[in-house]
């Protein structure tokens, strides 16, 4: 009772606040807790993006670091790589150390490098590195030499030495001994170069020369320096950036004061917080050069800090691991900005919010005094009001008109209160709603007192219709299946309200659904039911719209290959499925009611489950968005990849979190992403590979992107990027460029160009490949053509030597195939044997020898092929397409593929018909000769041996006899050797001609003379006509032609015919001829030897010299005569019917 | 007991000296002819107990003049002896074919000619 009392103060208490303070109150509270909860999930979700700032930062800046860490050391490694193949292709003399140190020193102008070197096995040693900031040479030029170091000019010239070191000992070095101990090519260990140098590291790589034996190593050094430069570059400002070898040893520190000191090398058990706990904190994992990339928060001296450790690992055995340190208080520093600005949003907000809300209420209750005043005066309660109306006040005069209208509702009013009936029906009337007072009674029909004219929409019948028979009418309208449970329902209600939903169907067909709710009101005995009817079509329509939405909804993702779930997920890592979707069914092929925690995970392989449940929960538990995605192995055995996006929060009341997991099955996309993946990876090797310099250029000639190349290491700049092309090549070229590029982007085609360019004064040959890449962007592929034009053009001029050689060769060539068919002939070889080019490449070698040779060339080549013999020469006749036999001397040898298969034979063909001939014609010579000698001798020899035996002492005549025979043989010697010398003479020209006027009758006379006793002798008879004209010749060389033709005619006519010599003058320019006949009655002579006999023993036939007493000198004299005068010679004949010599002179010798 | 021989030879200054060197030496009669024909001739009218032969005559060869004097029976048995100026290897070939007693080369020793002669043929 005491505390009825109480509460009934409080009531009271409240009862007298202010109404404007009971209202502004409650609102300033929720603006003020709603502020603060806004800015509540502000403060969360900055911490949450300062989280993932730090992490993407320590990831991205990792990233950057082991791009240029790599770009960095395989620049080194790379230009190794391309000294060791200049030195193989021998383009560089390594012996050469004035060569070496120049090309040294113009690879060392282009890198970045802190010294490249090359150390001989004898310890001589040549190098380019800095010494204060300019690059010099270094050289011990012989083995235990004192080292120079000389300074350079612009072209890389040595100057002057600057420096000598006595024994350098270059050998002991460490890039010297690591490379030696590896054989191929490393890094070296890292170790103190020398002061400036406190930390450097070499790629070496030793040098083989053809027969695999050391000749040196070609080093390059790098300074780790330069590795501190670019992590103090990577931007990460109070962070830091560190590398360290897995052993422990700190290579680079993006802190500049943490150069170590010379000679101490610092491992990471040092003092330095940071690095401590790092390494602390990673040798949990167990050993350094295990670790993978790796991404945590560690707090390290109270300071929350994002580390990412990433591994460096490659193949010439480095083995580092970059590790960035972002402290969060850098992060926050720039949040923080946003943090002061967001409260001070709030504020304003809130006093803003604050403001309005006031002004409102004090606008709202305005009115309050005003009608507590009126209900006062109609209470009749007069007084005094002031404007703060306590609220219980302003309760009464609420109820008071409360009281007043429902009073006026019903018919037991009292005359006071009849004036609002009006009112109320007339709102009861513009209601949408059927409003209804009836009373049930005993009989169970019901009584309706009142309904508003509604009931004439809904029912479609009019008011007074309907209440005169509103049971029937109700129930006619009703659905059959409704009838029973609404009469079920009325039965049972007697004291509750009253709530029924059913299906009316109206005369005009219509279908409505229809809901009424009533309260009871007991009333003498009967119930009077207050309520109203309300046309629910629309909802129950919506109603089931949503249903059929709901369907199509699950329709869709169970179809979609989306499965969708609701887990509950424990503390303990165990889940529930409250909900899971048909498409779950369908992507793994369990049931909703199968697929428990402990089944999902043993379907998840077990070296991808810890991962993915530690993802998942540390997720979970922060309730952050997540995506997983991992192998499961479905209930058919087939693995598939599937990702589930979770979003989670935390339910108190369950203890657990409630999460909300879509699954989609990406094996096609991991498929096809992983078939991405490599390609790209070929794609870029394949690109890197190539010695290309690639290009993306602007229309317009600006460069918008290089691929860098070893081939044009000065033309691949970074710096290139955005420069215009007239700035960085010749302006023809540029202009060159840009047309092949317009021509491209019109075209769409591909242009292809070729260009020369001066490039550090060496000139080259380049092509040019443009093609349209976008609208306005193309594609330039430069490649370097020198090397292949410089070989081609060798090439072209060594075939066409070959070629030169082979055809003009004065001896027959032919390559002959193994089966001894002709490949390629040469035209010598196609004289030799007659036949033309086509004819002999149809025949075979066979074909055209001799038949008794076939046999020893065939046996000789078989040797060949059996590797037997290397080449062979013989002598080999061939069968001429004339049908003669050509002597030759053939060469053989055989050539053969790289696979010692026989490719082909060379065959060289020396015709040695004329070697034979000379043989044959020296052969008679030395018969005639012979011969005719011994005739004269036997006749002196014999004449002489009787006279000197004295067996004619005593017969004078005899003796006399015997003289004259040995005296005419002696003179028919002495003519012999007069006639040889003669020839000898003229052949050889030593005997100049004498020429004189002579009158032609007198040389015909002495020549006549001459032969007068053998043309008598032999009973021939010379007749002779001739011109009495002077002739200017040698007198005694014509009168000797005309003896000997003569003497011929004589010698080969029958006996009592005439021998006809005439002379006749030709008029002719410049001079006139004299032009002589001698014509006999012999035997004639062949047609083939009408050339042959002017020529030195050369004679019908071999009988004619011991028959005509004649050794076949007397025509070639004839003939060296009368060319030597200028004049011609020459025979026609008839065998059987004689012969007719002729030669001509020129009447004047012109330059005698 | 003396012999009578047939020289033939064109050059008549050889048939000459060869037959003073076997007349004055030997104490042989001879007879000469200055071709082939009429050495064939004198072979069949004359009784010889041997033939000189030249190896080179303008109207015949030795091979054709000893196939005749081989060709006649009055004359086959005849012995034939060549006198010639041809002394290279494949002269001798030629001759060792032919049906000759032997071959004297010429120049010749006009006081020992008769001895080689008769050496050859026997006597």
Known sequence: MKSFDSLHRVHQRLAKIPVGILLSLPFLVQLLGATGLVGYLIYRSEQQAIHNLGNKLVNEVGERIYQQLDNYLQTAQVVNHRNLAVIHNGLLDIQDFEQTGHYFWHQFATYNFNSIQFAKTDGSYIGVSYQDQIPVISEVPKPNHKQFIYSTNHQGYRTQVQQTIANPNVLQAAWYQDAVAAKQPIWTTVYPKNLSHPKAISASTPVYDSEGSLTGVLSIDLNLKQINRFLQQSEIGRGRAIILETSGLLIADSEPTEIMAQGEQRHIATTEPLIQSITTHLTRFGNLNQLQQYSTQLAIAEQLTYIHVLPYQNAYGLDWLIIVAVPELELRQNVGVNQRHTLLLCAIIILLVAAIGIVTTQWFINPAPYLVQADAIAQRQFGSFNNKVPVAQLVNTFRHIAQFNTAATFQNRSPREQHPKPILQNLAQSLPEIIYSAVIKPDGLMHFEYINPVVENVYEISAAEFLAQPNRIILMQMHPEDRAGYLKQVAQSTQAAFTYEWRSITPSGKLKWLRTSSQPEQRRGDICWHGVILDISECKQREQQLQASQAQLNDILNLAGVSIARLRFYPDRTFEADYCSAGCTAMVGYTPEELTSQLWASRIPPEDLQTVMDQAFAAICQEQPITIEFRFRRKDGSQCWLADILTSRWDETEGCWIVIAVGVDITERKRIETALHESEALNRAILNALPDLIIRMHQDGTYLDVKPTTAFPILTSPKLIGTNISDLLPPDIARQRLAAAAAALSTKQMQIYEFPLVVNGQSLWQEGRVMPLTTDEVLVVIRDLTERNQVQQALQASEQRFRQAFDDAPIGMALVSPTGHFLKVNRTLCEIVGYTDEELLALTSDDITHPDDRQADSDYRQQLLTDKIRCYEMEKRYVRKQGDIVQTLLSVSLVKDAAQQPLYFITQILNISDRHEITRMKDEFIAIVSHELRTPLTAIRGSLGILAAGVLDDEPLQVKEVLQIALSNSDRLVRLLDNLLNLKRLESGMVPLTIETHIVADLVAQAIACTATIAQEANIKISTIFPTIQIQVAGDAIVQTLTNLLSNAIKFSPAGSTVWLSAELQESKPVPYIHFKVEDQGRGIPIDKLESIFQPFQQVAISDAQQKRGIGLGLAICKRIVEQHGGQIWVNSELGKGSTFYFTLPIAQQDV | ?123
């Open chain 2, 1 to 123: 007991m003396t012999k009578h021989i047939l020289i033939v030879d064109d050059d008549k200054d050889i048939c000459r000296l060869v037959q003073i060197s076997l007349e004055k030496f030997a104490g042989w009669t001879t007879a000469i002819a200055q071709s082939g024909q009429e050495g064939l001739l004198k072979a069949k009218t004359e009784l010889l107990d041997a033939i000189l032969l030249d190896v080179s005559m303008p109207d015949m060869d030795g091979f054709q003049f000893v196939t005749q004097i081989q060709a006649n029976a009055a004359t086959r048995s005849v012995p034939i002896v060549l006198l010639t100026a041809k002394t290279l290897p494949g002269d001798r070939q030629r001759f060792a074919q032919m049906a000759v007693a032997g071959v004297i080369t010429k120049p010749f020793n006009p006081m020992t000619f008769w001895t080689q002669v008769a050496e050859i043929l026997g006597w």
